[in-house]
C-alpha cells in the first residue's frame, strides 16, 4: 500500500509541473492508440475466445461422477462446468448429455460449449453422439457465436459435418496441395485424432492418385512436387504413409515421362528417410518396402547413371560403338542387383556439375588414365556375376564373380572405391571380351548363359 500511494503523490506532484515543448501538447487518445487497437483486432480475428484449443481447469471425475448421478438433468452445473464437461470423452459421447446441451439455448448457440463438443468428436470421430453434434454445429445461427474461425471453415466446408468428412477434406485440399496441414489446423482437427488419422489417409491417397495419373505427361513432376512439399515432407507424417507413397509412386516409373523419373529418384536420394535402397548407410530405411519396388528403385538409378555415364562422361557422339543402347536395356534387366559410377577426380566434377552434387553418388577409381571412368553393374542370374565397362574406346568388357569383385576389387554397396590396375586384373575376372564386329549378339549371348537378360522398356 505505501508504493501505491508513494507513485500516486508522484503523479500528483507531476501533474502541477509545468512543462514545454511536446510534453505541452493535448493527447489525443484514439490516435495515441490506434495502433494498439489495430493489433488487437487482428488477434481477435486470428483467434476468439472459442477457438481455445484446451478446456476449463476442473475436476472433470468430479464432474462426471456428478453428471451420472443427475443425468440428464444439467441444473446442477455451472456454465463453467457444462464447458469443462463438453471437452471430456465420457460425457460427448453420452447422448442424454448431448441431448441435455441441445435442449438448452444459452449452451446450443454458444460457440464456446460446442467447441469442446467438437474435440472430442474429431478426436473419437463417429461416436453414438457425432450426428447430433454435427447438427448441433451446423444449426448455430446466432450471428454473435458465429465469428469463430474454427466454426466458420467447419461450417463452410462441404461435407466436414458429416460421415463423409475425411474425402471432402481431401477433395478440398486438392485445390492447393501446399494447405494440407493448415486445412486441418483451420478446422480445428488434431492430426493425432481419429478424424485427423483418416483424413491424412484420404489426403494421401488422393495426392498419389493425381500425381501417377500426371506421370506421363510432360510437367508430370508438378503435381508430386506440390503434394510432397505440402504433405508428404511434413515430419508428421506416418512412416506408413511414406511408405504407402513409395511403393505407389515408384511403382509408376515405368513408362513414365523422363521428368517424372527424375523428380522421383531425386525425392529418394534427397529425402533423409530414405536414400538409395542398395546402399549400405541407407538400405536399412527400405524395411517394409517390397522387393518389387525396391528393384525399380535400383534400376531407376542405374538408368539415370548409365544415361550420365555415356552422355556426360563420354558424349552421345563419342559412342561408336552403340554402347549406351545396349546397356540401357540391362540397366532395366530383372537381374539387376546393383550399379555404381567409378570416377576420376576430373570427371566427378563433370559429374557434378550435370547431376548436382546430392545426385552424384559415385565411387572414386584410383590409379587409372586421366577422365576415364567405369561402369559396374552386378546381376544376379544363375551365377552372381559383375560387369564392368570403361568410358574410354578400345576397352573391353570385364566379368567377374560377384563375391571375387567384392572381396578383392570393391563394394558397390558402399559406393566406395576401385582400383584400376584390380578392374583389369585378368587373374581376378573371369573374362574379358572385346566390342568387335557384332558384340552386341555375343555380349547378350554371354550374359544370357548366366540367366540374365535385358528389360522390357
Keep these: 500500500m505505501n508504493r501505491v500511494a508513494n507513485a500516486l503523490e508522484r503523479l500528483r506532484a507531476m501533474s502541477h509541473t509545468s512543462v514545454d515543448g511536446h510534453l505541452s501538447r493535448p493527447l489525443d487518445p484514439e490516435q495515441e492508440l490506434a495502433e494498439l487497437q489495430l493489433r488487437l483486432s487482428r488477434m481477435a480475428q486470428r483467434q476468439s475466445f472459442s477457438d481455445r484449443g484446451v478446456p476449463p481447469k476442473a475436476d472433470l471425475d468430479a464432474l462426471i461422477a456428478q453428471w451420472h448421478a443427475e443425468r440428464p438433468s444439467l441444473d446442477g452445473f455451472t456454465r463453467r462446468e457444462v464447458r469443462a464437461m463438453c471437452w471430456d470423452a465420457r460425457a460427448a459421447s453420452d447422448p442424454a448429455f448431448v441431448h441435455a446441451i441441445a435442449d438448452n439455448h444459452a449452451f446450443a448457440s454458444n460457440a464456446r460449449y460446442l467447441r469442446g463438443l467438437w474435440y472430442v468428436h474429431e478426436r473419437h470421430w463417429r461416436m453414438p453422439t457425432s450426428d447430433r453434434i454435427e447438427s448441433l454445429i451446423s444449426a448455430l445461427s446466432s450471428p454473435g457465436h458465429t465469428n469463430s474461425p474454427w466454426l466458420q471453415n467447419v461450417r463452410a466446408w462441404p461435407g466436414v459435418l458429416s460421415a463423409s468428412a475425411p474425402e471432402a477434406i481431401a477433395h478440398r485440399t486438392a485445390q492447393n496441395w501446399h494447405d494440407a496441414w493448415s486445412n486441418l489446423q483451420r478446422l480445428g482437427i488434431s492430426t493425432d485424432g481419429s478424424l485427423g488419422a483418416l483424413a491424412i489417409d484420404s489426403l494421401v491417397k488422393r495426392w498419389v492418385a493425381e500425381a501417377l495419373s500426371h506421370r506421363k505427361v510432360a510437367g508430370g513432376s508438378e503435381e508430386f512436387e506440390a503434394g510432397y512439399r505440402g504433405l508428404l515432407a511434413d515430419p508428421r507424417i506416418s512412416r506408413a504413409h511414406l511408405l504407402l507413397a513409395v511403393e505407389q509412386l515408384v511403382g509408376g516409373v515405368d513408362g513414365a515421362s523422363d521428368d517424372y523419373r527424375r523428380r522421383i529418384g531425386e525425392w529418394i536420394l534427397d529425402d533423409t528417410r530414405l536414400g538409395h535402397p542398395a546402399r549400405v548407410r541407407t538400405r536399412g530405411n527400405w524395411v517394409g518396402v517390397s522387393d518389387r519396388t525396391r528393384q525399380l528403385t535400383i534400376q531407376l538409378f542405374a538408368a539415370r547413371d548409365l544415361k550420365a555415364f555415356f552422355e556426360v562422361l563420354i558424349g552421345a557422339r563419342f559412342d561408336d560403338q552403340r554402347r549406351q543402347p545396349f546397356w540401357m536395356r540391362y540397366a532395366d534387366s530383372p537381374q539387376l542387383v546393383n550399379a555404381s559410377i567409378a570416377t576420376d577426380s576430373r570427371d566427378r566434377q563433370r559429374l557434378t556439375a550435370s547431376l548436382g552434387r546430392q545426385n552424384a553418388d559415385v565411387a572414386e577409381l584410383i590409379g587409372g588414365p586421366a577422365e576415364l571412368s567405369a561402369f559396374v553393374m552386378r546381376f544376379s542370374g544363375r ?67 548366366y540367366g540374365i537378360f535385358p528389360g522390357s522398356r
Design 383 to 449: 551365377h552372381d556375376i559383375v560387369v564392368a565397362e570403361m568410358s574410354k574406346a578400345n576397352n573391353a568388357m570385364y566379368l567377374y564373380d560377384a563375391n571375387v569383385f567384392e572381396r578383392r576389387v570393391g563394394s558397390i554397396e558402399r559406393a566406395s572405391r576401385f582400383h584400376y590396375s584390380a578392374l583389369k586384373n585378368v587373374s581376378l575376372m573371369l573374362s574379358r571380351h572385346s566390342h568387335t564386329t557384332g558384340w552386341h549378339d555375343t555380349f547378350a549371348s554371354i550374359l544370357r548363359g
